[in-house]
């Protein structure tokens, strides 16, 4: 199960375009009249008048399921799900009308409602996004629908507005966190593809609470993205990065100081030995089909050897 909040200002074109589609059904309406797109839009604009400064008062949410979920659902089941969706939006107390469309081959319904409530007030439309993805989260488990494909199943040429700039998003942070292994890079490539990133920070502090992104005048919380986005997960896998940048860059290390090591102990050797010792380990160490992995053990081997002349070289002179 997956939710679409979308805010508007008119009700006219939303419901016109919802109620007159062919084949479209009006499942439940509470506050508006059925019979047609006219008589509704009129209800709807007759409530808003009581709030005439709210400028975006038409919310349009849109509830789609999984082909596999079709035999589980049926018009009753659908308003009832509409009606618990709507309640875990904190959207109460207000003129709605549910609709379900037969166009697409998944099943799905279309929720218009009312910003301005039964008693004037305003319905808030703060972390729609975030509230949407809990409420589809806990439908979904509790009643055992099929789960999504995830967001790299959808199908970027039909977005539009809000929800194309939010996918946008999704896509440029988790392709910039595959090369990052830092915020500051992080940051650095997102800023190449024209995106900002915001910290939210603890009043008073300079601990960090949250992440933000904005694409133009378009601003997502990170969560509000995807909940793989936020500021706790990204610095994890920040972490995680650098920490396997790190076991790149030392792979190496140990061969290297083997190889140091052994210069080291040709140098305490008697001068002609030594030169003799260090040119031959050169002419080894460059020839083609040298492999330093495969020659760690000789190579151990010869350090012990050259130590124990060392220490019977030292002997002979005392």
Known sequence: MVG???????????????VNKPEAEILTAEGVRMQNAAAMIQDFNMQRKMRPGLGKAAGHLVL?????????????????????????????????????????????????????DNNGRTISDKNNYGHNIKACREM???????????????????????????????????????QARSWEQLENLLAEKGIGLQYKYRRGTEEVQGISFNKGEMKFKGSAIDRSLSFKKLNEQLERNARQGQQAQLKNVPQVSVIQEIFQSAKSVQPEGASRHIGSLLDTLLQPEYNISDNTGSMEEEIKKRKKKSHQYKRQRL
């Open 4 to 18: 679409k909040p979308i805010i508007g200002k008119s009700f006219g074109g939303c419901v016109r375009y919802v």
């Open 64 to 116: 789609s399921w999984c082909r596999e979920d079709l035999p589980k659902l049926d018009n009753q089941i659908m308003a009832e799900r509409a009606e618990e969706y709507m309640e875990k939006m904190n959207i109460r107390n207000t003129q709605y009308a549910v609709v379900r469309h037969h166009d697409r081959e998944h099943p799905h319904i279309h929720i218009i409602y009312n910003r301005v």
């Open 140 to 178: 979904t488990l509790k009643y055992g629908y099929h789960l999504g494909g995830g967001k790299e199943q959808v199908n970027r040429q039909a977005l539009r507005g809000k929800e194309k700039i939010r996918y946008e998003l999704y896509d440029a942070v988790k392709a910039s966190l595959r």
